[in-house]
Structures are given as C-alpha cells and as structure tokens.
C-alpha cells in the first residue's frame, strides 16, 4: 500500500498534524483561525468537504486552499480566483554574505514585518502570522527592510515564507541569503525546506531553481469567498 506524502496535500497535512493545536474543524475539513493565515484544508475535494468548510465560515470571510486539479466548491461559495501553484523543495545552496548583519526576529518586531509585507506583498499576512515559525530580517538605520521565515509545517518538512525586500534596498543579494538562514534552520533540525510560488511567476521560480530548489509538484490554488 502506497502512504501519501505529506506534502501531496499540504494545507491538509499541517492542519492534522504539527500545526493541529493552531487549526480548527472537523474530519472533513479544517482550516486556520483567520488571525493565522487564510488556508484551509481537505481530505479530498469533495461535496461534503466543500459543505463541511462552508458550515465554518462567517459570510463574506476568504479562505484559500490548493486542489490537485479545478473543483467545484459549490453554491455557498464564490470563486474568488484560480491559480496554478507550483511546490518546490530543497535545501537553499550558497554561503551567507556576511551573517551577523541578520537577525532573528522577535514580536516586537510584527509592527515592522506587517508593514514590510503591506508594502512588498509577498503573499498572505495577518496579526498572528509571525507566530507560526521563526523569522530572520536585516535592518538599516533601525528599519526592517527584508526578511524570511516560516509558514506551514508537515513531518519532515517546513514552508520557506514571507520572502520580501524593500524595493530601496533590493539588488544586494538579502533575500537569498535570508532563505539560506531559515533552511540551515529548517535543515537543523534535520526537516526538508519547501515553498510555493505562482506558476505564472518566471523570475521568481528562476530564482529559486539557482538557489537549488527544484519542482515537486503542481496544484490549483482556489481563493473562495463564503456567500
């Protein structure tokens, strides 16, 4: 018998596993609380899961959840959005260019790493995002202008996340060095680094097969609003 992997059907495997104490729901679909992040999560793409997931949500509230191909979600949904998401994992390769200009970020800091991604929009960021793993940054003059962490986590596995840049401060190389610090971290502890990234987005898939990245798999990310 063929196990899954736990990445086959990520936002689900988080929900029921390592981040199981963050998530709320029931065996037929789960979700983090909206301070978190937006994810949801299926068993499998059902009626009765897409059923399940609407019986959980508030109207008007937003949820994203990724799908092996198009799915229906039903009359209590509208379809906000359809991408195609592609999942890449492995070790960042390269060595750290000057490793004591970054630090680990601390809650004092969500302030500035909530502006950061406000103006840099590198994907979903809420008030309590910050909490689901650890963060590194680089400051200039007492100001936050990159930084990186950590999103979902499966067995053996957790998400590089939150990659984003000061547009003033971008072409010196601290994106990629701030991913080799939350991989060596990830690595450390003896997991595998993953992320995702937009099918449509070339250059940042580019970047990311450089830093030693490679394809694992594709999805259908479906952005869906309760009705």
């Known amino acids: 018998m063929t196990t899954a992997h736990p990445l ?6 988080a929900l029921t596993t390592v ?3 963050l998530s709320r729901g029931g065996p037929l679909a789960r979700r983090y609380p909206p301070e978190f992040a937006p994810f949801a999560g299926l068993p499998a793409a059902t009626p009765q899961a897409f059923a399940a997931l609407a019986d959980d949500l508030a109207r008007d509230e937003v949820v994203a959840l990724s799908v092996p191909g198009d799915a229906d979600p039903g009359a209590a949904f509208e379809v ?3 991408k195609d998401l592609v999942q890449m994992i492995g070790a960042v390769a ?4 000057q490793p004591g200009r970054f630090r680990a970020l601390e809650p004092a800091d969500v302030p500035q790493m909530t502006a950061l991604v406000q103006l840099t929009a590198p994907g979903p960021w809420y008030a309590r995002t910050a909490e689901l793993g650890r963060f590194v940054g680089v400051e200039v003059d007492g ?3 990159a930084m990186a962490g950590e999103r979902m986590r499966v ?3 957790t998400e590089i996340s939150a990659v984003c840049c000061h547009p003033d401060f971008r072409g010196r190389g601290w994106p990629g060095d701030l991913m080799r610090l939350v991989s060596r971290a990830i690595v450390a502890r003896g997991e595998t680094p993953f992320l995702h990234v937009l099918a449509d987005n070339a250059p940042a898939i580019a970047l990311y097969e450089k830093l030693g990245l490679r394809e694992r798999r594709r999805s259908r990310l479906l952005i869906l609003r309760r009705v």
């Open 8 to 13: 086959d059907n990520v936002m689900w495997s």
């Open 19 to 21: 981040h199981a104490d």
């Open 80 to 82: 906000l959005d359809r």
């Open 94 to 97: 390269g060595e750290v260019a």
């Open 143 to 145: 100001r936050l202008v």
């Open 155 to 157: 067995p053996g596995h």
